[in-house]
C-alpha cells in the first residue's frame, strides 16, 4: 500500500492512503456537527463504515465518532417550550418576557441541532448555579444554611485533631457501603451476557482496611487495591423483559487530612526525575494550549514556590469559575480549556484545569475521584491531589475553593475563606476514592467504547461488544457509618 509522509515538526509522521481518508471524514465530521447538521454528519460516518476496508483502530474511532452524535442528542433534550415549561415549575412568577430575555443573554448551555435550538438537561439547576440572585424565586425554596455549617464543622474538627496531633490523617470513619448498578430490561438482548464494571475503593494512606463483604454474583476479576482506576468485574446473562442487576457490599475506612502547609518549606521537583514524568507531562484534557499557558502567566507572574504557585491557582479557579452541572466528559475535547472558555464547570472540570495550570508549572498533579459521601449530598465527585516536597501526595479539591466563596453564602466570610482553605491540602472523611488518574483502562479492558472514558464512578455495562449507555442503566450508592473500634477492643 502506498505510504505518504508528513513531516511534523522534524520527526516523520506516516500515513497510509485509508489514513488520510479517515483525516477527512473526521474533519468533515466535526465542520458538519459545528454547523449543527448531525444527521449529515451521522449519514455521512455510516458510510464511511459500511463495507470500509479500514484498519480496526479507525474503524474504531470512526463508530466512537458515530455514537458522540448520539450522545451529544441526548445531553440536549429541551426545546425552547419543554424548557420554558421546566422553568415555570421552578422559578416563581416566570414570564414568557423574562425567559426570552434570557434566551437572548445566553444563559442556558445549547446547540443547533438538524435546523432546531436544543437546550442542555441541567438547564433549570444551572441557572440557579450562575444567577445565584435567583434563590429566592427558586421553587421549592432551599435552606442550606444547616449543611453549609456542617461542612464548615467538620473541617475545623479535622484541622484541629491535626494539629493537635502532630500528623496528616485524622479522625478515621468506618463506612459500610453497597453499590447497585441495574441495566433496565431488554438492554442487551435475552440470552446474551452483560459484563460490569463496578467501582471498588483504592488504597491511599487516608483510605483502607478494604472488605468485600457480597457480590450479585462470583467475581471474575477484582483489582489491585494499587490499581489506578479500581473496578470490581462481574458478568451475568441478560433475561427477557427483565432487568439485571449488579452490586457489591464492603467496607473501607477513610480518614480525615490536613496537611499543615508551610511554602517556606516546600521544595521544586526535579522535571528530569523520572517518577514525575506522568504527573508532569501533558494529557488527554490536560493540555498546554496557547490559552492554557496565557492564563498561566497571569495567575503566577514571577512566581517561583510551588506551593505558592499551586495556591495561586487554586485561587483563581475559586474566584473566577463558577459551578455548573456538566454535559457528558466524552463529548468534549479538550476538558480544562472547555472550563476555561465557559467560565463555569462542574468538579472534574475544574480539577482539570487546576492539574493542567500544576503541571504546566512543574508541579506534580494527578486526578483523584470517586464518590462525596457527605450526609445530605451523597454524589459522584472529582478532585486532585499534588506533590509538594516534603510533605508528599496532598489533596486539593477546586469545587470546595468554588463552593465556598460562592455558594456558602450563610456563613461568614471568615468562615468561608476557612473552608475554601482547608481544601488546599485538606480532605473530609466523607469520600470514597476509587481513582488516582484519569483515562485509565478498565481490567478486563471493554471491547466496546466507554460511557464515561475520562472518568470511573457510576459503573460500566456491555454486551457482546456494544456499550450499555447511561440510559440503559441506573446506579446507586447507598452508605452507613459504623463504629470505628478502639484501640484496645
Known amino acids: 500500500m502506498k505510504r505518504l509522509v508528513l513531516a511534523l515538526g522534524g520527526a516523520g509522521v506516516f500515513f497510509t492512503a485509508q489514513g488520510w481518508a479517515q483525516r477527512d471524514i473526521l474533519m468533515e465530521l466535526n465542520q458538519l456537527e459545528a454547523q449543527g447538521h448531525f444527521r449529515e454528519a451521522a449519514a455521512s460516518a455510516s458510510r464511511a463504515l459500511e463495507g470500509s476496508s479500514l484498519p480496526a483502530v479507525e474503524r474504531r474511532q470512526l463508530a466512537f465518532e458515530l455514537d458522540r452524535l448520539e450522545r451529544i442528542r441526548r445531553d440536549f433534550p429541551f426545546t425552547k417550550q419543554t424548557l420554558f415549561s421546566a422553568l415555570k415549575d421552578a422559578v416563581e412568577d416566570l414570564t414568557a418576557e423574562e425567559y426570552n430575555q434570557w434566551i437572548d443573554q445566553g444563559r442556558f448551555d445549547s446547540r443547533e441541532i438538524d435546523g432546531e435550538r436544543r437546550f442542555m438537561v441541567s438547564s433549570v439547576a444551572n441557572l440557579f448555579f450562575r444567577y445565584p440572585q435567583l434563590a429566592g424565586r427558586r421553587v421549592p425554596p432551599r435552606d442550606t444554611a444547616r449543611f453549609q455549617r456542617a461542612r464548615w464543622e467538620t473541617c475545623l474538627a479535622i484541622k484541629k485533631a491535626a494539629q493537635a496531633e502532630k500528623k496528616p490523617y485524622v479522625l478515621p470513619k468506618r463506612f459500610h457501603a453497597t453499590m447497585v448498578v441495574t441495566a433496565v430490561s431488554n438492554a442487551a438482548p435475552a440470552g446474551e451476557l452483560i459484563r460490569a464494571w463496578l467501582p471498588l475503593p483504592r488504597r491511599y494512606p487516608f483510605q483502607g482496611d478494604f472488605q468485600l463483604l457480597s457480590t450479585s454474583s462470583m467475581p471474575k476479576h477484582i483489582d489491585d487495591e494499587q490499581k489506578p482506576i479500581r473496578s470490581l468485574y462481574l458478568e451475568q446473562p441478560a433475561a427477557r423483559n427483565r432487568e439485571t442487576v449488579f452490586s457489591a457490599a464492603y467496607a473501607y475506612t477513610a480518614c480525615g487530612v490536613w496537611f499543615d502547609l508551610k511554602a517556606e518549606e516546600t521544595r521544586p521537583c526535579d522535571p528530569a526525575d523520572p517518577a514525575w514524568k506522568d504527573f508532569l507531562a501533558e494529557a488527554p484534557h490536560v493540555m ?171 459503573g460500566e455495562l456491555e454486551w457482546g461488544g456494544h456499550n450499555i449507555y447511561f440510559d440503559q442503566y441506573t446506579y446507586s450508592l447507598m452508605l452507613e457509618e459504623m463504629k470505628v473500634p478502639a484501640r484496645n477492643e
Open 288 to 458: 498546554f494550549t496557547p490559552d492554557i499557558r496565557a492564563l498561566s502567566g497571569q495567575i503566577i507572574g514571577r512566581e517561583t514556590n510551588p506551593c505558592v504557585k499551586a495556591r495561586k491557582c487554586y485561587d483563581w479557579i475559586a474566584e473566577h469559575i463558577q459551578y455548573s452541572y456538566a454535559i457528558e466528559y466524552s463529548t468534549i475535547r479538550n476538558i480544562s480549556e472547555y472550563c476555561l472558555h465557559k467560565g463555569y464547570g462542574d468538579c472534574g472540570q475544574e480539577a482539570l484545569l487546576f492539574i493542567a495550570l500544576c503541571r504546566l508549572n512543574g508541579i506534580p498533579a494527578r486526578w483523584q475521584s470517586g464518590w462525596n459521601t457527605f450526609p445530605g449530598e451523597k454524589t459522584i465527585h472529582d478532585w486532585s491531589e499534588i506533590y509538594l516536597a516534603p510533605y508528599g501526595w496532598v489533596p486539593v479539591d477546586p469545587y470546595m475553593g468554588v463552593y465556598a466563596m460562592r455558594y456558602a453564602t450563610s456563613l461568614s466570610p471568615e468562615q468561608r475563606a476557612e473552608l475554601r482553605d482547608f481544601y488546599f491540602g485538606g480532605l473530609d472523611q466523607y469520600r470514597m476514592a476509587a481513582n488516582s488518574g484519569h483515562n485509565q483502562t478498565l481490567t478486563p479492558p471493554k471491547q466496546s467504547v466507554r460511557s464515561d472514558d475520562v472518568d470511573f464512578q457510576r
